[in-house]
C-alpha cells in the first residue's frame, strides 16, 4: 500500500512540474543593461533600452497614500483648545505612517534597479533626488552609471523617446 502511495505522489509532483506550477525559481536574467525610469512619487515607469530602442518594461505602484482617513479619527486639535502645544498624537502618527510607506516604495526601486548597470532617472519634482540620497549609500550602486534628469509631465510616446534620445547620445564612462 505505501508503494503505491509514493508511485501517486511522484505522479503528482511530475504533473505539477510539467504544468509549471511546482517551477523552480530563478533569477531573472535580463538581456538588457540601460533602462530609465521616470519617476515620481505616485508610482514609477521603467523602460529598457536595447538595440537603439526603448520600450516600457514594467510600472511600479507607490504604497504612498497622499490622503490619509483612518474611520472615526479625531481632528489633530484638542476640544477646548486650537493650541498647538495641545494638539493630538494624529499629525505624528500621519506623518510616520507616511515616512514608513516612502521608504517601502524606495527599497522597492531599489530592488528592482538592482540587475541594470545603466540607469537614467528622470521626473517631475524632487523624490528623483529622494531616490538618489536613498541609494547612494549602497554599495551595490557604486560601480552602476547613474544620470539624473529632469523632466516634466509626459505622454507614452514622449517618454519612450526620451529614454531612447538619452541613450542614443550619452556615453556611459566606465571605470
Not at 100 to 108: A, D, G, H, Q
Not at 140 to 163: C, H, P, R, Y
Not at 164 to 169: A, I, L, W
Amino acid at each position: 500500500m505505501a508503494g503505491i502511495l509514493d508511485l501517486n505522489f511522484v505522479n503528482y509532483v511530475h504533473i505539477l512540474k510539467k504544468c509549471s506550477i511546482l517551477k523552480p525559481k530563478t533569477m531573472q536574467t535580463n538581456s538588457f543593461s540601460q533602462v530609465g525610469v521616470w519617476l515620481d512619487q505616485a508610482k514609477a515607469r521603467i523602460f529598457k533600452y536595447e538595440n537603439g530602442q526603448a520600450e516600457l518594461y514594467e510600472i511600479v505602484d507607490s504604497p504612498v497614500e497622499t490622503v490619509k482617513r483612518i474611520p472615526g479619527e479625531e481632528p489633530d486639535t484638542t476640544r477646548f483648545s486650537t493650541n498647538n502645544e495641545h494638539i493630538s498624537n494624529n499629525e505624528y502618527r500621519k506623518n510616520n505612517i507616511t515616512q514608513n510607506e516612502i521608504n517601502e516604495y524606495l527599497k522597492l526601486l531599489e530592488q528592482k534597479l538592482m540587475p541594470y548597470e545603466d540607469i537614467l532617472i528622470f521626473g517631475p519634482g524632487k523624490f528623483k533626488d529622494q531616490f538618489i540620497n536613498h541609494i547612494k549609500d549602497n554599495k551595490s550602486f557604486g560601480k552602476k552609471w547613474i544620470a539624473v534628469e529632469s523632466a516634466d509631465q509626459m505622454t507614452a510616446n514622449q517618454l519612450l523617446a526620451f529614454v531612447r534620445d538619452f541613450f542614443n547620445k550619452a556615453v556611459p564612462d566606465r571605470p
